[in-house]
């Protein structure tokens, strides 16, 4: 099994950034597929974005592709959300999730192990 514990969330005025992080405990994290999804009040939760095992293939969702990036450091068992030119449609509460299966996958559930959120808020 594995922990996971996000942070770096917050206020962020639009067209600016954040980066989130994820730290696991338990099994190393680079025995998972790794993943960001979100959840908007009101909506479902969504992907964002994921990488694989080694770190060499990542995928993301349309409405994000070319602002965010995310990354892995399997030394620190940590993964990363670097988001750039931020929108107020990007407001949600993001969430780090660890799956077993091998490969990308956008369907959450590929994805067994969840973190509790971080609030991102983007203000016009």
């Known amino acids: 099994q594995v922990q996971l514990v996000e942070s770096g969330g917050g206020l962020v005025q639009a067209g600016g950034s954040l980066r989130l992080s994820c730290a696991a405990s338990?099994?190393?994290?680079?025995?998972?597929?790794r993943g960001w999804f979100r959840q908007a009040p009101g909506k479902e939760r969504e992907f964002v974005a994921a990488?694989?095992?080694?770190?060499?293939?990542?995928q993301y969702a349309d409405s994000v592709k070319g602002r965010f990036t995310i990354s892995g450091d399997n030394a620190k068992n940590t993964v990363y959300l670097q988001m750039n030119s931020l929108k107020p449609e990007d407001t949600a509460v993001y969430y780090c999730?660890?799956?077993?299966?091998?490969?990308?996958?956008?369907?959450?559930?590929?994805?067994?192990?969840w973190g509790q959120g971080t609030q991102v808020i983007v203000s016009s």
């Open positions: 338990g099994r190393p994290f680079g025995t998972y597929t």
């Open positions: 990488i694989t095992r080694s770190g060499g293939s990542t």
């Open positions: 999730a660890a799956g077993r299966q091998a490969g990308l996958g956008w369907s959450p559930e590929r994805y067994d192990y």
